[in-house]
């Protein structure tokens, strides 16, 4: 069977399921070019298309993520288009009216400069895009054809379950699936027990507004929301004085058993929290707002294995995205398995409703939803010839490089033990928001310097922010405090570090509190970063290397060969391998 699945909203996506094995997915914003792009994933549908082998009429069933669509954002694009001044035009425009003077404030007549693409004018967005009109079949069909069929839609936190259980290595027994998001399809916590795969749900609230809290302090302290939650989590370990933020914090929401409550409920999360943490230091809202949030999942993850039994956990949902939170969660005793996947954010459910859809389909037919495969890799975009690779190069001849043909893993380590960074493209592209090693920059991590050589070359990150390792799995027990071993295969978990690790690996911790954020790597995952990365070992002894995105700031990771070069003549970087062709810059040292 044949599944379709889309996610329009915050970084666009489209996937592909053949009988129960994931062929394809990416987000459109790798297409398009532009960072969490929300529209309809044209270019994305194409590609699993192309992917799978299929046409438009052999889709068996084409499922769209959530029953209900909020047109308002994906009418003006909301987490592509917006500025900063634009979400502050949205808080005291269109929520303080809303809020605090009763007024029943028009949308789209604030953002008529943002509606996109042009050619919808006021009266198309008035008549034609309403609450309870859901046009995304349509958008389907005007793409692809009549010949699509079977077009349905899913609850948004389903999908998130069925993507977070059946991305894990978790079968036979049974599992608690917890999702934490900013929204969900009038929920926004939601629990749930997988036995041998049988979905049933136990609790739901819409009251869980930890990933709104995160989202509004964000814009608070003068960073892009949904976009720039990372930096605050970064910030926070570098302020050990946040007991009063955290107090407030606590007088809202908190865990009562197994539910949410309120002691006060915020009428908002923007000017409700302004007037309360005005003056305070901007580190100190940073850790105040992480420790509550670690805190008040923990309580409430620990109280549901406590209530159920059941210690094998899985955790998915754009709240899983706080690796700090993940990491007090697994530490504790009550937790014996854990498993976060890879990208728990919204994009994901098109991956989680091919799950979703399969799995009913499974248990329609009689056949148990626990055999559906494992997926144990992202490596689900595309990938490119050497051809594309020739092409490519010779679009530039005009630009100062040389070039070696058929390099060898041993001779890109040798460029990374030296010191200089390396940009590698390779195989197929990552699903998901971090680089996995087909889309990298990869570096020596021995050496804290290189996060400033990153930075100036390319990344452009704040001064706080910490890159991360990725480790050889036999490795793992050296660097990492992970006594239970639980699974890391895509910087989803935080861990504690070792000495040793503080010393190899220095460069790709957290700088605040020596915590890492790594990927842990097999072989079998991916044979060609594996060896790189021994080749490396056996040069220095190290068994990892710093890796960030390949991508230039404010950028969507690279994509295509030509994305690559792009990247590589507008940065600083000078060395590239584009599959086995080396590229580097004629420089004196070089």
Known sequence: ???????????????????????????????????????????????????????????????????????????????????????????????????????????????????????????????????????????????????????????????????????????????????????????????????????????????????????????????????????????????????????ILSDTLYVDGCEFKYREKPTEHYFWFKERFEGRRFDEIAAGLQHYVEHIISEWVRNWIVKTGVSKIVISGGVAMNIKAMMEVAKMDEVQEMFVPGNGADESNAIGACYLVHAKNCQDSGIAPNSIPLNRDLYLGPSYSRDDVKVAIENHRDKSFKMKEDVLPEEVAKIISGGDPVARFSGKMEFGARALGNRSILADPRNINIVRKINNQIKCRDFWMPFAPVILKERADDYLLNHKNIESPFMTIGFETTPLAQKDLIASLHQGDLTARPQILTEEVNPGYYKLIKEFEVLTGVGGLVNTSFNLHGEPIVNTPEDALHVFFNSGLDYLVLEDVLIYKETESH
Not at 92 to 113: A, G, R
Not at 115 to 143: A, C, G, Q
Not at 165 to 184: D, K, M, N, Q, T
């Open 1 to 247: 069977m044949n599944i379709l699945g889309i996610m329009i909203g915050t970084s666009s996506t489209a996937a592909l399921m053949k009988n129960g094995k994931l062929v394809g997915c990416a987000s459109e914003e790798r297409f398009k070019r532009k960072k969490n792009i929300g529209r309809y994933p044209e270019d994305a549908i194409e590609f699993c298309l192309r992917q799978g082998g299929l046409e438009p009429g052999d889709i068996d069933s084409a499922v769209f993520v959530s029953h209900s669509f909020d047109y308002h954002h994906w009418v003006v694009d909301r987490d592509c288009a917006f500025s900063m001044q634009d979400w502050l035009r949205e808080q005291h425009q269109y929520w303080w009216p809303k809020f605090y003077e009763n007024k029943n404030v028009d949308y789209f007549e604030i953002f008529k400069d943002k509606i996109i693409p042009e050619h919808y004018t006021r009266e198309i967005v008035t008549e034609f895009i309403r609450p309870d009109r859901d046009i995304r079949p349509s958008l389907l069909k005007n793409h692809l054809g009549d010949d699509v069929r079977n077009i349905q839609t899913v609850l948004h936190y389903e999908a998130h379950h069925h993507y977070g259980y059946y991305c894990s290595p978790f079968r036979e027994e049974r599992v608690l699936s917890f999702v934490l998001e900013g929204w969900g399809e009038g929920t926004n916590a939601t629990v749930a027990m997988f036995e041998k795969g049988v979905y049933n749900e136990l609790y739901k609230t819409p009251i869980c507004n930890i990933g709104r809290l995160y989202r509004y302090m964000t814009l608070l302290l003068g960073m892009k929301p949904n976009v720039h939650e990372y930096k605050v989590m970064g910030l926070a370990a570098y302020n050990s004085n946040y007991q009063e933020v955290m107090d």
